[in-house]
């Protein structure tokens, strides 16, 4: 290829073009990290801190009440309606994602697998708190 300058550019464009793509669909990725808490946050240590806090302790919280403990105050019935809606809102706007995402017209990718797994992951979330909206 040393010898043909036009392979050698052709060579060079093709690879400006993947290193393009490369970079748009990890930048495309990264808009997902916003939902990594949902498979990362434990849900039962979640829940029992709502239930027993009516919220997620900050680390704010934990230092300013270490010597006597953070204040017990169970949720209202409106804290439970306002994670449930919250979880519901966001399985909506999780479905409406496209199935297929495509990059400079030639590079596409199928989202549909991430979609379904993270649309039963909300739906875990969504089934936890009304799981125990029911026994209370």
């Known amino acids: 290829m040393e010898g043909h300058e036009d392979l050698n550019d052709l060579r060079g464009d093709i690879m400006s073009r993947v290193k393009r793509v490369m970079s748009e669909a990890t930048t495309f990725s990264s808009t997902f990290d916003t939902y990594a808490h949902l498979w990362s946050d434990d849900r039962q240590e979640f829940l029992r801190q709502f ?10 919280e934990i230092e300013a009440h270490a010597a006597d403990g953070v204040p017990e105050s169970p949720p209202e019935l409106e ?8 979880y519901e809102d966001l399985y909506q706007q999780v479905s409406k994602f496209n199935d297929i995402e495509r990059f400079d017209s030639w590079f596409k990718v199928s989202i549909r697998p991430f979609k379904q797994s993270l649309l039963n992951i909300v739906k875990k979330w969504s089934f936890m708190f009304k799981a125990e909206f029911k026994i209370i």
């Open 79 to 86: 804290q439970f309606k306002d994670e449930i809606d919250s």
């Open 51 to 60: 239930l027993t806090y009516g919220h997620i302790l900050t680390q704010e």
